[in-house]
């Protein structure tokens, strides 16, 4: 049996099959274990046979955890007994008493370790070190408070952190193997710099200078200290120093730039020192370097220029920070820092941005917040010029410095930028009015043409890689996988240590119910088994896509703002929805996709912008302009006989421009009425198309119907049977030709709401008539109505038409009721009453056989 499968396909079916193997295995193991547990569990475990040993009680807690609480008990114990008999006993004792005291139990307690590390005591050791720790800076201030009570506290304090510091360090470096003396070390070294400027009485500026020297001491112990603890501490003490050094240096820079920028710079030398050393925290240390060096020199900038130009400046240093990116690479810059300090300028430039935002949302939205009347000729000029004009440098700084960048973001961001600084400059340095609508409108226009030609910005970009197709993929695997039957492949694989075809594995057996088995089809005479199909990607977004949304969405801003900018003049409002229809009709054109859609409907809009424009130029009042406002739907009507790809939203766009004519014709009934049926001729139109005719039908027969009732209410028509029978002749002849085509639909779904229609509103009439023309109309078609349903054996014709006809002649017959009623002896309708229950008693099992059978033919009714 021939192997046609090469070497590295055949290795990794068999990794492959192992790695299945495997997990089973594991899968039987622990199923095992829980099988083993269920068997052998001590509470239904059988009485064995021969005694057995009682197992040892398993312990809370190890020896070693319960050491260590004991001895951190006493340590503590010990440590408030020498504080409280340092504080409270200490004046009643003489001078060498005091000094015999404090010199054996501090001598103790520091040598003591040394013989508990010898007897391998270590935990008792470090315990008492600890002790003796304390006791040493308990020495401290009883030596203070006894020989040296005139000295300074903060200087006195400071030089004995620095002893201590010392001779915790010595100490801690001749007992290596205790682990609390060095970080103690560390911990007291971190005083002695910033207590000695307090207690030199400087300021805010040498604090942070100590407190930058000591942060730079402990990056140092980072650096080169060989035990963990002690790199720790050093790290947590540089970078709480080194921060709060760094915290003064930036407030310098707003209040006194000249004092705080060497800091600043200090500061960032260290943190770029340690950024080289250390590449695991390369980044966050660059990133505050870089921050550092940008604050450095933009405080004296910013003192040095007028006051709108200081953000500028911050932006022009975090751009050049940022070209570390690139430059560094030729320095050979690690790349954990030039990614640190390129993220520290970006930072900078992405918060300068944000401070040229305000104008271009004032320049996007401020035309929206009207606060005048349309056309009438005001608006606020000079009074939306109220921001820097140093924002609009800003954005186009950046735009700048982007276009540089080969990325698709970078694009985005680039188009993003240029339309915030076309939206801008109207605001930022503040423009005429002309001059602003024209700007607003070339924005609109080269918005839109890139949404349509995005080509020319995707140069140089990296085309994004095609995902494989699934049915690519998998007829590769199959065929790979498959044998032939002639070629090179066909070859067998021999072996190269002994020159033979080596067989094929056996199959294993495949597991039931666990998928487990051998899925090798590479094996020529293995079968059932496909290669898996791989999972459909989703393709990447092309460039030009994604460059297209971004400037089609500014592009549609631009013109709404435009638009709305325009409502102030006459003219100026023509103008600008002019030009918006025809560029949004050029993209609906040239375009494609979605943006063609909405091209298309905005168009729609804009031409309904420009008749209601042409209306009140033409000083119609509202009812007239409703009439004139279905040009609109009836043109989209038109269009969406050529344009079938946006011709179903072009006609909801027309619609909706068609319920407002419908609004705006409201006040005037007669006028309502007529535009109601001229949406009906415009709905019937429509209909003549197949793929629209069977929801432009209802359409147009429910806008006649409306504008029938408009009308007939406007004339004042207050008989119900004229709102009603338009609709029920028509439903009745739908009724029937439906019964023709399907004959077993039901009576209720052909005849029901046709016939209720008219049916229940003259019910109601009749009820509150005091005539009695429309009782016996009413009752006449009634009694005709259950006749046909009798007859034809429909369901819904029979009990409409008799319930009805039956209400009517209860209300007719009702009056002589109550006379005759009236007339009879007062214990003849007690007795009445009486003889029928005894009647229907008597014949009870007949009435319900009669019942019965009325309801079965009933059922069997259409």
Avoid at 610 to 630: F, I, K, N
Avoid at 656 to 667: E, K, M, P, T
Wanted: charged content about 10%; glycine content about 10%; overall charge positive.
């Amino acid at each position: 049996m021939d192997n046609s499968l090469p070497p590295a396909d055949e290795l990794v079916l068999v990794d492959r099959e192992l790695a299945q193997l495997e997990a089973r295995r594991t899968h039987l193991l622990a199923r095992r274990a829980w099988l083993v547990q269920v068997l052998y569990r001590p509470a239904r475990a059988a009485t064995p046979r021969w005694p057995v040993t009682p197992a040892a009680p398993v312990a809370d807690s190890t020896p070693r955890s319960a050491q260590n609480v004991l001895l951190t008990l006493g340590g503590t114990l010990l440590t408030i007994a020498a504080v409280a008999f340092t504080l409270v006993s200490w004046g009643s004792m003489g001078i060498g008493g005091r000094a015999a005291v404090l010199c054996a139990v501090t001598g103790a307690a520091l040598a003591a370790p040394v013989a508990l590390l010898r007897r391998g005591l270590a935990s008792t050791a470090e315990s008492v070190a600890v002790l003796g720790l304390v006791l040493t800076v308990l020495d401290a201030y009883a030596l203070h408070r006894v020989a040296l009570p005139d000295a300074d506290g903060l200087g006195y304090a400071a030089v004995v952190s620095a002893v201590l510091a010392g001779a915790w360090a010595a100490y801690g470096s001749a007992l290596s193997r205790l682990r609390v003396p060095l970080p103690a070390a560390v911990v007291a070294a971190q005083l002695p710099l910033p207590l000695g400027v307090l207690a030199a009485g400087g300021g805010p500026t040498a604090f942070a200078w100590a407190a930058l020297v000591t942060a730079a001491a402990d990056g140092a112990a980072v650096l080169w200290a060989r035990p963990l603890p002690v790199r720790v501490t050093a790290g947590v003490g540089a970078a709480v120093l080194g921060g709060w050094a760094l915290l003064t240096g930036g407030w310098l820079s707003l209040s006194s730039p000249w004092s705080g920028a060497p800091l600043l710079l200090a500061g960032a030398a260290v943190c770029l020192y340690a950024a080289w050393r250390t590449p695991g925290w390369a980044v966050a240390a660059s990133v505050v370097a870089g921050l550092a060096v940008v604050a450095a020199v933009g405080g004296p900038l910013r003192s040095t220029v007028p006051g709108d130009w200081a953000v500028p400046g911050y932006v022009l240093c975090g751009l050049v920070l940022a070209s570390v990116w690139r430059a560094g690479a030729g320095a050979r810059l690690p790349r954990g820092v030039r990614a640190g300090l390129a993220g520290a300028g970006a930072s900078v430039t992405a918060l300068g941005l944000l401070w040229a935002l305000p104008p271009v949302v004032a320049g996007a939205l401020g035309p929206l917040a009207r606060t005048t009347e349309v056309w009438s000729g005001e608006h606020a000029g000079p009074a939306l010029a109220s921001y820097p004009a140093t924002a609009a440098l800003v954005l186009a700084v950046g735009a700048a410095a982007l276009a540089s960048v080969a990325r698709l973001w970078a694009r985005c961001a680039v188009l993003v930028l240029v339309w915030a600084l076309l939206t801008a400059l109207p605001v930022s340095p503040g423009l005429p009015y002309v001059a602003t609508l024209a700007l607003q409108l070339l924005t609109t226009a080269a918005a839109l043409w890139i949404a349509v030609r995005p080509a020319p910005l995707t140069r140089g970009l990296p085309r994004p890689e095609a995902a494989p197709d699934a049915r690519t993929a998998t007829a590769g695997a199959a065929g790979s996988a498959a044998p032939s039957a002639t070629g090179p492949t066909d070859r067998p694989v021999t072996d190269p240590a002994s020159g033979s075809v080596p067989p094929p594995p056996s199959a294993p057996p495949r597991v039931p119910g666990t998928g487990f088995g051998a899925p090798w089809s590479g094996w020529s005479g293995w079968s059932g088994w496909t290669p898996p199909k791989p999972r459909p990607q989703a393709p990447p977004a092309e460039p030009e896509t994604v460059l297209g949304w971004v400037a089609y969405a500014g592009g549609l801003l631009s013109a709404v703002g435009a638009v709305a900018l325009a409502l102030n003049v006459r003219e100026a409002t023509f103008v600008a929805l002019g030009v918006v229809l025809g560029l949004l009709v050029g993209v609906a054109a040239l375009g494609a996709g979605a943006r063609r859609t909405v091209s298309a409907c905005g168009a729609v809009l804009a031409a309904a912008g420009l008749v209601l424009a042409g209306a009140q130029a033409a000083g119609l009042e509202d009812h007239w302009t409703a009439l004139a406002l279905l040009l609109v739907p009836a043109a989209t009507a038109a269009v969406g006989t050529t344009a079938r790809p946006v011709a179903l939203p072009v006609e909801i766009t027309g619609a909706a421009v068609g319920l407002c004519a419908v609004g705006l014709a409201g006040s005037r009934p007669a006028f309502l009425a007529l535009v109601l049926a001229l949406g009906g001729v415009i709905a019937a139109a429509t209909a003549v198309r197949p793929e629209r005719r069977r929801f432009a039908s209802w359409a147009a027969a429910g806008l006649f119907l409306l504008a029938a009732w408009v009308r007939l209410g406007a004339w004042g028509v207050t008989t119900p049977e004229a709102y009603t029978l338009p609709v029920t002749v028509p439903a009745l002849v739908v009724g029937f030709l439906r019964r023709r085509r399907d004959p077993a639909a039901s009576s209720w779904t052909a005849y029901g709401p046709g016939l209720a229609v008219t049916l229940l509103p003259s019910l109601g009439a009749a009820w509150t008539d005091p005539e009695w023309v429309r009782p016996l109309v009413l009752g006449a078609a009634a009694l005709v109505v259950t006749l046909l349903g009798a007859r034809f054996r429909l369901q819904a014709l029979l009990l409409l038409g008799g319930t009805v006809l039956a209400l009517d002649g209860l209300h007719e017959l009702a009056p002589y009721v109550v006379q005759v009623v009236g007339a009879l002896p007062r214990w003849l309708p007690p007795a009445l009453a009486g003889l029928l229950l005894l009647a229907v008693g008597a014949t009870y099992e007949q009435r319900l056989r009669d019942a019965r059978r009325l309801r079965e033919r009933l059922a069997r009714m259409r």
